[in-house]
T-cell receptor, first 114, second 115 residues
Framework: AQSVSQHNHHVILSEAASLELGCNYS??????LFWYVQYPGQHLQLLLK??????LVKGIKGFEAEFIKSKFSFNLRKPSVQWSDTAEYFC????????????FGQGTELSVKP | DTAVSQTPKYLVTQMGNDKSIKCEQN?????MYWYKQDSKKFLKIMFS???????INETVPNRFSPKSPDKAHLNLHINSLELGDSAVYFC??????????????FGEGSRLTVL
């Protein structure tokens, strides 16, 4: 069965630290990849997405992610986090031509200490 | 203006009751979805509709019935509520029918608690 695995459930960092959140998926065919963020009390928002082309994609607020097809991974990175990055981060995979169904990971809670 | 809005945001009810959650999007999108987020924060798709036509129907008990009166609305009706139905339900919409090239826009979620 198709699945998405996020390595960390809860990450605690100090401001200015670098961030990398792991995401792996299990599916051998064509996929679209997403990272969504949910700030406290808000709805899920798209952080960045990968459909094709350059495997290094840049999103909002200084986030980027790299698609490594051979590793079935789509890790999220940010060189220097801020307190305002405190949120829940969800990796998601869309299997091509399956009606827009997103398969989500279980989320990673990021807490940034000022 | 909120792009995808859900009501109510919080719903507390007794087992056995019937309840509905409403969703409206003002983005002009053709496709709408319902996702369920369980206590472990897993988000799982339940249904999707494209222009009032059911596209995705995951393995969901038939106590759950989506209703789409028009393409801007997708309501979720739940009969005979059970404890395990307690969750946060998210509505979402996307522009294309397949959603393969577009992102999903989510509502703020409706937290259902069944006592």
């Amino acid at each position: 069965a198709q699945s998405v695995s996020q390595h960390n459930h809860h990450v605690i960092l100090s401001e200015a630290a670098s961030l990398e959140l792991g995401c792996n998926y299990s599916y051998g065919g064509t996929v679209n990849l997403f990272w969504y963020v949910q700030y406290p009390g808000q709805h899920l928002q798209l952080l960045l997405k990968y459909f094709s082309g350059d495997p290094l994609v840049k999103g909002i607020k200084g986030f980027e992610a790299e698609f490594i097809k051979s590793k079935f991974s789509f890790n999220l990175r940010k060189p220097s986090v801020q307190w305002s990055d405190t949120a829940e981060y969800f990796c998601a995979v869309m299997i091509y031509n399956q009606g827009g169904k997103l398969i989500f990971g279980q989320g990673t809670e990021l807490s940034v200490k000022p | 203006d909120t792009a995808v809005s859900q009501t109510p945001k919080y719903l507390v009810t007794q087992m056995g009751n019937d309840k509905s959650i409403k969703c409206e999007q003002n983005l002009g999108h053709d496709t709408m979805y319902w996702y369920k987020q369980d206590s472990k924060k897993f988000l799982k798709i339940m249904f999707s509709y494209n222009n009032k036509e059911l596209i995705i129907n995951e393995t969901v008990p038939n106590r759950f019935s989506p209703k789409s009166p028009d393409k801007a609305h997708l309501n979720l009706h739940i009969n005979s509520l059970e404890l395990g139905d307690s969750a946060v339900y998210f509505c979402a919409s996307s522009q294309e029918r397949t959603g393969d090239t577009g992102e999903l826009f989510f509502g703020e979620g409706s937290r259902l608690t069944v006592l």
